[in-house]
């Protein structure tokens, strides 16, 4: 199984002071080194972490593939960057990150995919891991889904942290049998990915993977990669990047 590294988060910490320091492109470099498969970013709208330079630098200069993270807003500077693959996630502005998966009604999604698949880019969709969403993923034509992984990591989360004992206990999880809520939500993407794979889909899955519940999803034979941002470069500040990547890596090449 294949890891894509998030590493947007390193440009939060630059943008904290407006300096460049720490260097994007030296994480990208260093993921590369730690044999990252491939870097994942994301272009946000309102630019709060990677810019458009970053973009255009990482994709120019990444010796492996970029998985550029977007929005349908910024479809045409997709077609000027040309990554590798563009996964179309939603975007609202003042979310912290992603919180669920695509709309596939939209109506400015079919003429964004066209547009990108004619231009060569890989396009993956950003979905909730249900069939209908599924479905109609492949009724968009895209050769690939990345399903949502983040109810399942706060389900995991709540079952098995002291996060509840926190401030940011997950209040919607809290009166409920928090493990039977944990088996749902992997079973919705045990069977999401199974379906998936079945009907033509490549499987990839992410948001909210750490190094306790990544065992899980790694073990779930049809999903080919996950992108993983926040839990990599958190765990870099005390280990060093290059040493975050690689336990990651083992503990999904172990599961
Ligand atoms: N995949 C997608 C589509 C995302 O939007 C994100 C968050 O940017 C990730 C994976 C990585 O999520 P996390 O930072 O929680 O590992």
């Given at each position: 199984m294949k890891l894509g590294v998030n590493i947007d988060h390193i440009a939060i910490l630059r943008q904290?002071?407006?300096?460049?320091?720490?260097d994007i492109l030296n994480a990208m470099y260093l993921a590369i080194g730690a044999r990252a498969d491939q870097i994942t970013i994301h272009l946000r709208e309102d630019r709060r972490h990677i810019d458009d330079i970053d973009a255009k630098n990482i994709i120019n200069f990444c010796s492996i593939p970029v998985n550029l993270e977007c929005a349908t807003a910024i479809t045409d500077i997709v077609l000027s960057l040309r990554p590798n693959r563009a996964t179309i996630v939603p975007e609202k502005r003042?979310?912290?990150?992603?919180e669920g998966g695509l709309n596939?009604?939209?109506?400015?999604l079919p003429s964004a995919i066209k547009a990108m698949m004619g231009a060569n880019i890989d396009v993956s969709l950003f979905i909730d891991p249900n069939l209908d969403d599924i479905k109609a993923a492949k009724e968009l034509g895209v050769s690939t889904i990345e399903l949502h992984t983040g109810s399942f990591a706060n389900a995991y989360l709540m079952a098995?942290?002291?996060?509840?004992?926190?401030?940011?206990?997950?209040k919607s999880l809290e009166n409920m049998d928090i493990k039977e809520a944990l088996e749902a939500e992997l079973d919705r993407i045990r069977v999401g990915a199974k379906f998936a794979k079945n009907i033509g889909l490549k499987v990839a899955a992410g948001h909210g993977l750490n190094y306790q519940n990544v065992g899980l999803i790694a073990?779930?034979?049809?999903?080919f990669e996950l992108n993983i941002g926040q839990s990599i470069v958190a765990r870099s500040v005390f280990v060093g990047l290059d040493q975050a990547i690689k336990e990651m890596k083992r503990l999904i090449d172990e599961a």
């Open positions: 904290a002071r407006q300096v460049n320091d720490p003042q979310e912290l990150t992603t596939l009604s939209s109506p400015e098995f942290s002291n996060i509840s004992k926190t401030k940011f206990s997950i073990k779930i034979p049809e999903i």
